[in-house]
């Protein structure tokens, strides 16, 4: 693992550490002997190319996968030692993919994180109404709530998927390809409102990505995997540049700028990078 800038983390409490991760897929490993800690106030992007590791990494970091070695802790204390009530208070996950076997209004799917967070009978009340229909305004989808989800377009559907992660009201907060299906005025909206979510009230958002250009402009660090055990952690522009990532995804990639922006793009050469 390479930690290319220091973060000065200062006085803030860890919310999420990795300590001697190894994460292994078949014969493969895909990452090796990781150690880091993620802080409350820190939108982490975690990027790769297929198959190099970030639905594992993700999964393993939710406490849904045991790692090849090494654990992971939450608050200090190892995952494997929370109730999953109290776990599930504590951080939300979002995964790639959510298939919906039956017909239901997209509010009472939003509704179904508040679980952890119900007492007595379990039935929701005023506070879980409103938590979840703020979540769906937060995604722009507030006037969804009484559409049948069986009705909704992929991208909807995953917008929906994200409101119930934020309605959960964890502090830490793992999405696996959160702007999948969804087209660009819609990413950015998202992206948007993660980065309001994230200084409401100080919170962790570690999410997986493929467009290095929304991770450069919203992410404020980024874990770029190369699928070999390597992994380079740090500020987000420090991580994803033009060499690491053409190292990374084995293809050469350049920086452009132009009035003010930058953007990653494929090089015109086809041939493959090299190490």
């Keep these: 693992m ?90 939300a996950l979002m995964p790639q993919t959510s298939h919906d076997a039956f017909g239901a209004s997209v509010l009472d799917i939003v509704l179904l994180n508040r679980f952890p967070h119900l007492t007595g009978w379990g039935w929701e009340g005023a506070a879980d109404r409103a938590a979840a229909l703020a979540a769906l305004a937060l995604v722009g989808l507030e006037s969804f709530a009484s559409r049948n989800v069986l009705s909704l377009s992929g991208g909807e559907r995953q917008r929906v998927a994200l409101a119930a992660a934020l309605c959960q009201e964890a502090p830490l ?71 690491l990532a053409s190292r990374a995804f084995g293809y050469p990639l350049v920086l452009i700028e132009q009035g003010g922006y930058e953007a990653l793009v494929p090089a015109l050469s086809s041939v493959p990078c090299s190490e």
């Design 2 to 91: 390479k930690s290319l800038t220091r973060i000065d983390s200062g006085r803030r409490p860890q919310s999420l550490s990795a300590q001697h991760l190894t994460l292994r897929a078949g014969s493969r490993t895909l990452l090796e002997d990781f150690t880091h800690t993620f802080y409350s106030g820190e939108i982490w992007c975690v990027a790769g190319p297929n198959g190099a590791g970030k639905t594992t990494l993700i999964t393993t970091l939710a406490g849904l996968a045991r790692p090849a070695g090494g654990c992971v802790q939450v608050d200090g204390a190892d995952i494997d030692t929370w109730s999953g009530a109290m776990l599930a208070r504590r951080r």
């Design 173 to 243: 907060l793992l999405l696996d390809e959160p702007l999948a299906f969804l087209d660009w005025h819609h990413q950015i909206e998202c992206m948007n409102a993660l980065v309001r979510w994230t200084k409401a009230i100080p919170r962790t958002v570690v999410f997986s990505c493929h467009d290095l250009n929304l991770a450069r402009r919203f992410a404020t660090h980024a874990l770029l995997l190369e699928g070999n055990g390597v992994a380079h952690t740090g500020a987000a522009r420090d991580v994803l540049t033009p060499a």
